[in-house]
């Protein structure tokens, strides 16, 4: 599976992003996609996942009620809608694909997932 993503960009503290993540390859092995984001100095964390099988979504706290995770089936692509953007949610924002399930790690740690796209780059100013 590869995992393209782009909509990064430098905006303003309440503006909107949305991000796009499209799958190709071997699409038809996954089992959720999420988004993690990476600031610099900082480890990968979690921001969001959405089971294929039932569109089950998972959100981090820090963003609960502000970003949206989205797909289209047709496209291969989930879109992460940021609204109401901070200046700490600036990072380095990677999607995933997990093919696997892997039992060992929670669906918030990055181990769980086994394809990663590039990051595509978000700056938030105060």
């Known amino acids: 599976v590869q995992l393209q993503a782009s909509g990064g960009g430098s905006v303003q503290s309440g503006d909107s992003l949305r991000l796009s993540c499209v799958a190709s390859?071997?699409?038809?092995?996954?089992?959720?996609m999420g988004w993690f984001r990476q600031a610099p100095g900082k480890e990968r964390e979690f921001v969001t996942t959405m089971t294929w099988s039932d569109d089950n979504t998972y959100y981090a706290d820090s963003v609960k009620g502000r970003f949206t995770i989205s797909r289209d089936n047709a496209k291969n692509a989930v879109y992460l809608q940021m609204n109401s953007l901070k200046p700490e949610d600036t990072g380095l924002y990677f999607c995933a694909a997990d093919t696997y399930c892997n039992p060992t790690y929670l669906f918030t740690q990055p181990l769980r997932y086994d394809f990663w796209g590039r990051g595509t780059l978000v700056t938030v100013s105060s």
């Open positions: 390859g071997r699409t038809g092995s996954i089992l959720a």
